[in-house]
């Protein structure tokens, strides 16, 4: 079965730092893969997506990911972190059997120091 | 467009009681997704439609919980009776079909059964 791993379920930067957030999925064949953001009290809001165009997806916000399939990789990055990018992160895969829905990971708690 | 609207936002009920959550889907979309999400279990999903006819309700706890859609602009998710592990916030997701779509979610129900 398909599924995403998203390790380090805390990540804690400093404002203006690098921002890194891992995601690794399995899949037998290229899947698509999303990030999500969650800010408190709030729903999930698409960050950006991988259809399997470009392996390098820019998303909102100034976010980025690569999709490196030799590493089963999906990492989301930022060059410079903000404070207003404290939320919580999830990573999910779409499987390619019709009839499935999004798998989510876990999450990554992201907290920005100032 | 409004986005996906769920209601109510919050609920507060006693053991025992009937609870049913409300979601209105984004126009034109036709599939809609029920997740729930625990601190303890991430986000889990309930059932999944595709053009109001139920795809995979796998997810769904126990007879406890029904969830309908009688048309494309709605659906309910009811518990009953409603017991506090059910405490969660539930999130309505809904997308077009095609694998390539995220899913926009709305801000969700935060349920609490004392």
């Known amino acids: 079965a398909q599924s995403v791993t998203q390790l380090g379920s805390h990540v804690s930067v400093s404002e203006g730092a690098l921002v890194l957030l891992r995601c690794n999925y399995s899949s037998s064949v290229p899947p698509y893969l999303f990030w999500y953001v969650q800010y408190p009290n709030q729903g999930l809001q698409l960050l950006l997506k991988?259809?399997?165009?470009?392996?390098l997806v820019k998303g909102i916000n100034g976010f980025e990911a690569e999709f490196k399939k030799s590493e089963t990789s999906f990492h989301l990055t930022k060059p410079s972190a903000h404070m207003s990018d404290a939320a919580e992160y999830f990573c999910a895969v779409r499987p390619n059997q019709a009839g499935t829905a999004l798998i989510f990971g876990k999450g990554t708690t992201l907290s920005v120091s100032s | 467009d409004a986005g996906v609207i769920q209601s109510p936002r919050h609920e507060v009920t006693e053991m025992g009681q009937e609870v049913t959550l409300r979601c209105k889907p984004i126009?034109?979309?036709?599939?809609l997704f029920w997740y729930r999400q625990t601190m303890m279990r991430g986000l889990e999903l309930l059932i999944y439609?595709?053009?109001?006819?139920?795809?995979?309700d796998s997810g769904m706890p126990e007879d406890r919980f029904s969830a309908k859609m009688p048309n494309a602009s709605f659906s309910t998710l009811k518990i009953q009776p409603s017991e506090p592990r059910d405490s969660a916030v539930y999130f309505c997701?809904?997308?077009?079909?095609?694998?390539?779509?995220?899913?926009?979610f709305g801000s969700g129900t935060r349920l609490t059964v004392v």
């Open positions: 991988y259809t399997s165009a470009a392996t």
């Open positions: 997701a809904s997308s077009f079909s095609g694998r390539e779509y995220g899913y926009t």
């Open positions: 439609f595709n053009n109001n006819v139920p795809i995979d």
């Open positions: 126009s034109g979309h036709n599939s």
